[in-house]
């Protein structure tokens, strides 16, 4: 049965698809590009929040309507979506025929195999899957980095996230099994693996004896050959001396990405954070001292239950001392089974996204003068593949770029670059968070 499948969200759920593909093409299932062409489609949905929800919604019904027109015989659902609302899915939506939530993934050959017989396995089964290096996976995406899934679930309950709900607890991979896999990956020509977890830093903590994510990061770095390694979501809370020694040791990319989330401790509180304001800056000067040239990337969520005028300005006050290099901002959303829509002294979402909008203008201007100075700089740079500007051949990044969320450097001369290769490159010009870049 021909197969296409659409990713929805974050890079763990990208790990997940390529996942379920490596498993339908050992089982015979060829994988096709187009939509149209398919005789089973899949969608791998998110649930993160509401505007997320909505996106996998459409995206569902859009391919719906390709099972009235096309050869499409089955659509299944799967991801984070479908472990929330699983039986709600079933109920409201007809024209899905199967579902799967975020665990027993193997199970994707069976429920494709059987396409057309409505299958409920995401209500009966607990979330959060946790493969092995052995896994057939399948790299869908033609670029150089891949994502590896180091841990799954989290154990922190933030007051505003639903994750832990439909992603579990935390567990780790064991520490040979994410090196095995990292190595196989440098072995198949990946030249960036990304680790991604929804709590990285907490790493090892369930599995005694098996080391933490500093000795993971060490081990990668001494036992593979992959040229480029990002550990993504540190949580601040869990940042201490011995970890800051061993990311300062460990050959790992000069990037650091740490979600602080806010900057001021009333609202940190309420958020269940586990750290103060004034801990964060200490620790972002810290990892500027420990790791030479680092980039700082953060994420920052505005209009939490209890954000005064004051607490926001505390915020802004914050950003301005810790200047980060490449930050996000989101606005709050109420989420279902989560402690804080019950909160007093809600934001009116209009406020959130007026204050997001400042937010947003303070980080431009720090950041753009951070990236100013690199005007002349000589740079390592991985060519990820063409350029969708047109302007340019190529599209690249430095060590300080993680892919689809920061900026990219573009590369005019297409002789001098080769798609999946490093090149140095002298940076020409910046524009904004966009730098250009020439061979040297
Ligand atoms: S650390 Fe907090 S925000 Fe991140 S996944 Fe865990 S509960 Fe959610």
Known sequence: MKVHLTTLGCPKNQVDSELMLGRLAAAGHPIV?????????IVNTCAFIDRAREESVNTILALARLKQRGVCRALIVTGCLTQRYGGEILREMPEVDSILGTSGLERIVDLVGQAANREDWASSAPPGYLYDASAPRLLTAKVPYAYVKIAEGCDMGCTFCAIPQ??????????????AEVDNLAKRGVQEAILVSQDTLAYGRDLPGNGDIGDLLLALGEDTRMPWIRPMYLHPAHVNERLLDKLARARIVPYVDMPVQHGDDGVLRAMRRAVTARRMTEIVGQLRAAIADVTLRTTVLVGFPGETPAAFEKLLAFLEDARFDRLGVFTYSPEAGTPSPDYPDQVDPELAAERAAIVQDVQDRIAWERNARLVGAVVDV???GPSEDPAFAWEGRTAGQAPEIDGVVYLRDRAAFTAGHFARARIAEVEGYELVGERV
Not at 33 to 40: F, K, L, P, V
Not at 166 to 179: A, C, E, I, N, T
Request: glycine fraction near 4%; charged fraction near 40%.
């Open 166 to 179: 439909f992603r579990g607890k935390h567990r780790s991979r064991p520490l040979h099994d994410v090196v």
């Open 382 to 384: 991985l060519v990820d």
């Open 33 to 41: 590009e187009r939509a149209e062409e398919a005789e089973c489609l």
